[in-house]
């Protein structure tokens, strides 16, 4: 009986000891804390691509990296975000969407922050990017998007394009007043439809848009996106069809860019400057080549002709 009891001991001792050095990992040479606006497929996408690209970067070069991901949910909440990266003085912050860039910046003039799904830099700073930001842009050519929509719609004088967006999201609010001259260039009526809590009012004002336009254009807009489900089944069950910025499976075609690539390109470039290759000086804002996408099952069902090209 003693024999066994000493026997239990040291199994348990030994499992003690294995357990205290097995949780002593050795701690990774770099550390990133990558801050997400909220989820939505583009986002997450965006993110998805940015750990892809800086993992792989990283097995290359025989490095380790810990990625630290983090949710903010909403805009106010990016800075409680970007706070706790800071206070643990982590080597680099990726922001994902406008709010948890300007966050970033707000709180660090030090830490090299990349952004990525953001559309106008120099506008979101007033001109002046500050130091230690850079990234990509999900900018598209709002000229083309907005002939895209006139030539397959077939859009004449005095019809109504309905833009809708989340008046709190300063990248919408940059990609109305773009599409909006370039329609009104044509003569076509452009009207915005806002909302700032989508709980509660975006499907009011989806059906005020959908009976009064002949179509909706839905910018890169973060809380649109998280809803589109909304805006989609309404603008289908009146027969209005939906161009979105972003992509997505409500809108009857789209001219944009892969989120997942701009992630990607954004997650090589943090893996330059992580391993001194590269300083952020060395880049500039960088945007993607837009593709276009047809949804030939809603074009059909909305009596769009799909060009054969």
């Known amino acids: 009986m003693k024999k066994i009891l000493s026997l239990v001991l040291i199994l348990a001792l030994t499992l003690s000891v294995a357990l205290v050095f097995g949780s002593c990992a050795p701690a990774a040479d770099y550390t990133v804390g990558v801050c997400q606006l909220m989820k939505h497929d583009s986002l997450d996408q965006a993110t998805q691509g940015f750990i892809d690209a800086l993992n792989k970067a990283m097995n290359d070069a025989g490095k380790t990296v810990d990625i630290q991901l983090q949710v903010a949910g909403e805009p106010r909440l990016c800075a409680t975000v970007i706070n706790t990266f800071t206070a643990k003085n982590v080597d680099l912050i990726m922001a994902n969407a406008t709010p948890a860039l300007t966050a970033a910046a707000e709180a660090t003039s030090t830490i090299p922050v990349l952004g990525t799904s953001v559309t106008d830099y120099l506008d979101t700073f007033g001109g002046n990017i500050p130091a230690n930001v850079g990234g990509t842009s999900d900018a598209v050519p709002f000229d083309d998007q907005a002939e895209m929509m006139i030539e397959t719609l077939g859009l004449v004088k005095g019809d109504k394009v309905g833009v809708i967006y989340c008046s709190d999201e300063s990248n ?3 990609q109305y007043n773009a599409v909006k001259a370039l329609f009104e260039s044509a003569e ?12 509660t009012e975006l499907s009011a004002i989806t ?3 959908a009976a009064e336009c002949k179509a909706i254009y839905v910018p890169s807009d ?10 989609g089944s309404i603008c289908q069950d009146n027969n209005v069809p939906v161009f979105t910025s972003y992509g997505g499976t409500i809108c009857y075609a789209s001219l944009a860019i892969d989120y997942y690539d701009l992630g990607y390109r954004t997650g090589e470039m943090a893996a330059e400057i992580l391993l ?4 952020l000086a060395d880049f500039e804002i960088e945007v ?17 002709a799909v060009p054969k090209n």
């Open 288 to 304: 993607l080549e837009p593709s276009t996408v047809y949804n030939e099952e809603l074009c059909e069902a909305l009596g769009i």
């Open 172 to 174: 919408s609010i940059i």
């Open 207 to 209: 059906n005020n848009a």
């Open 222 to 231: 973060n809380t649109v996106a998280q809803n589109d489900t909304i805006v």
């Open 276 to 279: 001194g290759t590269k300083t």
């Open 188 to 199: 076509i009526v452009v009207e915005a439809y806002t909302f700032s809590d989508a709980a």
